[in-house]
């Protein structure tokens, strides 16, 4: 008797030898914060966001791209204290899309991505002493920046269950004096007194223009690093 063998199914044979294969990896090495970590199945409602600095911290830290290992950028140049925890959204990318979106709020021109992952700065009353960790937050808001002709946003999120804020759902239920320390702060921190920065920003926008612009970061990523699942399973 013959039996006739059905064709086999390479890319679902790859995707089960690969499974058992990443989980394993992923026991052995750390994974890459930007690339290797889910931004979370709720999202953008809810985000997996890894933190780079606390508010104790008087050095600005920031994600090597390659490596993925937190580096010393640089040491903060005056007396400028981080008002809430700073780091950014995983597999987030601000290019084309994020800056389509900021010209179309904005009305500025010849507006590009700043290249990076997508900005988050998330308010808890809890104090937590260093960085290099993911945290669950929910974003309320954020601030349309631009660094001269790049869109530079900073989304405005909550710790998840935080017990003081916690219960915030939108930028806009935030006492002012928040909102104007931490605007103070991204506009300020680069420079020393007396300098000039090409550095503004234009709107203060609500949770709804928050989740929208993490959706076109999203796609930004998605279009850039399209084939990086292909690529990792090569090597």
């Known amino acids: 008797m013959c039996f006739q063998s059905k064709p086999i199914n390479t890319k679902v044979m790859a ?28 999202a953008p409602d809810v985000l997996t966001c890894f933190v780079e600095m606390v508010t104790t911290d008087t050095v600005k830290y920031e994600v090597d791209k390659v490596s993925g290992y937190l ?32 010209t179309s709020k904005s009305g500025k021109k010849d507006i590009v991505g700043d290249g990076d992952p997508l900005d988050v700065c998330i308010l808890t009353e809890k104090s937590i002493v260093h960085g290099d960790i993911l945290v669950h937050a929910i974003p309320i808001g954020g601030f349309r920046m631009f660094d001269g002709n790049q869109a530079d946003d900073k989304i405005i999120a909550v710790l998840k269950n935080d017990a003081v804020y916690g219960n915030y759902s939108d930028v806009e239920e935030l006492p002012a004096q928040i909102v104007k320390r931490l605007e103070h702060y991204f506009l ?18 609500n949770a709804k223009e928050a989740r929208e ?15 990086l699942d292909s690529m990792l399973s090569e090597v």
């Open 15 to 42: 995707n089960r030898l690969m499974d058992p294969i990443g989980r394993l990896m992923g026991l052995r090495y750390k994974s890459h914060p930007w690339h290797g970590v889910d931004i979370g199945e709720n």
């Open 71 to 102: 580096r010393l950028d640089r040491p903060q140049k005056y007396s400028n204290v981080l008002p809430a925890l700073y780091g950014f959204i995983p597999q987030t990318l601000c290019a084309k899309k994020v800056a389509e979106y900021a």
């Open 188 to 205: 300020t921190y680069k420079g020393l007194p007396g300098e000039e920065l090409n550095v503004e920003i234009t709107h203060t926008y």
């Open 213 to 227: 612009v993490i959706e076109a970061s999203i796609d930004d990523y998605r279009m850039k690093f399209e084939n």
